[in-house]
């Protein structure tokens, strides 16, 4: 299970530095040379994904909860805003439902 998490954890960090390098070109004026690294990331992104032993589909509906996880730590920690009650309760609904579609057929 940690092994599967800590694999979700780097897929989404991975995933989500691959945008918001682009997003810092696209909308903060920052440098193209950006796009080198995004695409490594994203890359990289893609590859963790198929490191996953489960089904793809299950492997992304599981993800997608983990990832909106993520971004909020990253909205938190890099963005340095200070995430609300109800994006905490909407993290822990979407953690929940991710723990169902990965482990509640077993």
Do not use: N
């Amino acid at each position: 299970m940690w092994k599967t998490m800590t694999l979700f954890v780097l897929t989404a960090l991975a995933e989500i530095v691959g945008c918001w390098l682009p997003y810092l070109w696209l909308r903060q004026g920052k440098s193209a040379w950006l796009l080198l690294p995004a695409a490594g990331a994203l890359s990289l992104f893609a590859w963790l994904l198929t490191l996953h032993p489960a089904a793809s589909g299950r492997v992304y509906a599981a993800y997608g909860g983990v990832y909106i996880s993520v971004a909020l730590l990253w909205l938190r920690f890099a963005d340095q805003v200070r995430p609300l009650w109800s994006d905490w309760l909407g993290v822990a609904l979407c953690l929940c439902g991710a723990a169902v579609i990965a482990w509640g057929g077993r």
